[in-house]
Structures are given as C-alpha cells and as structure tokens.
C-alpha cells in the first residue's frame, strides 16, 4: 500500500516555474515507476511525466519536454516535477501516481494516485 501527497502548486504568471512534490508513505516506495498526470478543466485526466523505479528512465507528453523535469529521491520517498516557462494551458489539477508497470503512460495502469495539487498559470 502506498499513500501519496501532493504539494507545490499554487498561482503563477506565464513563463513562471513551479515545482511539485509527492510524498510517499511506505517502505517500497522505491519499487514503484512514478508518474505525473494534470486534469484540466472539462476536460479528461491525461498523462504528464513518468519515472522509473531508480530515475533513470523518464518520458514525457510531447507538450511539456523541454519545459518540465521529473525525479525522485528514493532514500526521501518523493517524486518531483519541476515546471518552467509555464503557459496558461498548464492549468489544471496535477497528480502523482504510482505503478508497478515500467514507464506506463495510461492511466489504468497505476494503482496508487494522490489527491491532486491545483496549478494556475496566469496570462
């Protein structure tokens, strides 16, 4: 069983950073691939990031690469996603989850999800 926490998000003007954070509870965190998805508005949850089991592996949805950066520190239990030159259509409720699947980008195949953090990016 894991429990996940979301925190960092807040309101920023475009072109802004923010930078998320996931707490785990749990002694196996480190066994999981993490991911980021974001919930927008009317619209459905989709996928942001994702991070294999030690951070060596990472993948991203094409609208974020070159902007936003995923990591965990595992001796910490927490995954991280680093958010520059924020636009406005990153707004959205963002997620961590937890998989056991390698580098999985669909939503059914993570088992653990967090409570959500709302990120605004201000025009």
């Known amino acids: 069983q894991v429990q996940l926490v979301e925190s960092g998000g807040g309101l920023v003007q475009a072109g802004g950073s923010l930078r998320l954070s996931c707490a785990a509870s749990?002694?196996?965190?480190?066994?999981?691939?993490m991911g980021w998805f974001r919930q927008a508005p009317g619209k459905e949850r989709a996928f942001v990031a994702a991070i294999n089991w030690s951070g060596g592996s990472t993948n991203y949805v094409d609208s974020v690469k070159g902007r936003f950066t995923i990591s965990r520190d595992n001796a910490k239990n927490t995954v991280y996603l680093e958010m520059n030159s924020l636009k406005p259509e990153d707004t959205a409720v963002y997620y961590c989850a937890a998989t056991t699947s390698f580098m999985a980008t669909i939503i059914k195949t993570y088992d653990y999800w967090g409570q959500g953090t709302q990120v605004t990016v201000a025009s």
């Open positions: 749990g002694r196996t965190f480190s066994r999981y691939g």
